[in-house]
C-alpha cells in the first residue's frame, strides 16, 4: 500500500502517502484517541481491553480449561492477570515448543499517587497527599486540572470505583504553584528542588460543616468532605488505606497542529504501544508461529511486583497454556517455548525536539513523522542496565519491515552521557529469548502531555502486525 520508493528508513511517511492512505490513518488515530481519553490507569486498559477481546472472539484460558477441551490452532484467548497486567494469544499452526512471536508493552504510566492517608485540613481548605509514581518533572504537575481515577476496596471486600473530573460537568482537581511576585527564593532554585514531592497537594474542597466552630484548624472542612464522600460513593476515612486512586491530568486526547498530524494526551508512554500492539493481535487470524500480546503493570517503577516485567508473570501464564495442550507442560517443554520465543519491546522512545537539539546525536536520533522506531539496546552512560538485541534479530526485524512496507528509523534516546532509559526488554530476554525494542517515538515523555505522530501510531500498528503475521 506504501510506494516502494518509500521502503527505505528516515524517510517522511507523510510523503508519497495517497489521500486514501492518510484517510486511513486519521481514522485510526481516532480509535487510538478514544482509548487514551478513557484508558488513564492500568486497570482501565485491562478492562478496555477484555472487552474488546471478547467482543473480537478471544475466550478467557479459564473458560477454555472449564470446558474440559484442549487448546486448538486458530484459539484466540486471554488471561486478565489480577486486573492489571493482560495477556493475548492466538494459537498458530507449529507447536508452541517452537516459541511465541510476543509483544510486550507497559500498561501503567507516570501519576500522582495518593497516599494511603491521604485528607487533611490546612488553612480552611481540605487537600489530598499524593505519592508520585514513576520519573515525573514535578512542576509540571502543578496547576494543570487533574481527574481522579482508582478503586477503592472497602473492608467487606466491596470494590467502589472512581472516576472524578472527565466528564465536562465534573468537577476537577488541581496541585496549587506560587505566584511569580511571591516566588523569588522559589525561582532561584534549581528547576528539579523547586516543587517538592510533598508539596504536590491536591486541592479537594473548602466549605465547612455546618454548625461547626469556624475555626481555619480545625477538622470542619473535612468532616463536610467526608459526608459527600460518604453520600456520594459510600466511602469512609479509613477505605482510603485499601485503595488505588490516581491523579491523572483531566480530559480528553486532542490533535495538534493546524494540519492535525500529531496527537497530545497524557499516558502515551506506554499505551501508544499498548494500543497498537492490541489493534494488531485483533487482526492476527491463524499465524504459523503463535501470537502473544503482553500488557504489564509497573514498568514506570522498576518492573517490580506480581504484575511487573520482572515476576514469573508471563512463565507461570505460559505454563498455564502448554497445559491445556495435548502434551500437556512439562519443565522441558516451558523452556523451550520461553528460549524459543522472539520478542518486541514495544515502548516508545525520545523524537528530537527542535527546541532541545542539543540532547540527541542527530545521526542516531528519531524524529517526528519517520515511521516507527527500533531501538537496538537503551541503558544509560555507556550502555548500562540495558540488554542489547542481537544483530541477526534486528535483521530480521528489518527485513520483515522492509518486505510489509513498513516505515521505520532507528537511533538512541539521546547523547551517549546525557542519561538515558530502559524497558522490559532484558526481562524479555532473562528467559533466553531474542528481543528488540520497537516502538513510537514522542516529545514531551513522561508530561502530563506526551505527543506523538499520528503517522508513526499508524507505522508501529503495521510494524507490529507484520511481526506477527511473517515473524519465523
Ligand atoms: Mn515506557
Ligand atoms: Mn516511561
Known sequence: MVDSELLRKDKNCWQGMTEGEKKEVFEFCEDYKDFLSVCKTERECVEYMEELAREEGFKSLSDIRKEGRKIRQGDRIYINYRGKAFLMFVIGEKDL??????????????????????????????????HYYGGIKKYQWTTIPLALHGIVVKKDGEIVKITMGEDPEDTVFTVSDLLPHLAKE???????????????????????????????DKNNVKIAVLKILKEKYGIEEEDFVSAE??????????????????????????????????????????????????????????????????????????????????????DIRLRRTLANSKGLSADVTAAVDPNYENTHDKRNAFRLGNGVGIVKYTGARGKAGTSDARAEFVAEIRDIFNSEGVIWQNGELGKVDLGGGGTIAQFMESYGMDALDCGTALLSMHSPFEISSKVDVYMTYRGYKAFYIRGE
Open 97 to 130: 515448543q517452537e516459541g511465541l512471536n510476543v509483544i510486550g508493552s507497559h500498561i501503567d504510566s507516570p501519576k500522582l499517587d495518593l497516599k494511603p492517608s491521604p485528607l487533611y485540613q490546612d488553612e480552611g481548605i481540605v487537600l489530598l497527599k499524593t
Open 245 to 330: 486512586i490516581t491523579a491523572v491530568p483531566a480530559g480528553a486526547a486532542r490533535d495538534i497542529g493546524l494540519d492535525r498530524s500529531m496527537i497530545g494526551a497524557y499516558g502515551q508512554d506506554d499505551r501508544v504501544c499498548a494500543y497498537t500492539s492490541f489493534r494488531a493481535i485483533l487482526d492476527v487470524k491463524l499465524p504459523q508461529k503463535s501470537c502473544l500480546a503482553l500488557f504489564v503493570d509497573r514498568e514506570e517503577v522498576g518492573s517490580m511486583g506480581n504484575t511487573g516485567a520482572q515476576s514469573r508473570l508471563l512463565e507461570n501464564m505460559l505454563a498455564e497454556l502448554l497445559d491445556l495442550t495435548p502434551e500437556g507442560c512439562g
Open 186 to 216: 522559589q525561582m532561584d532554585k534549581k528547576l528539579g528542588e523547586a516543587i517538592t514531592g510533598e508539596s504536590l497537594n491536591i486541592l479537594f474542597g473548602s466549605i465547612p460543616v455546618k454548625g461547626e466552630e469556624d475555626d481555619k
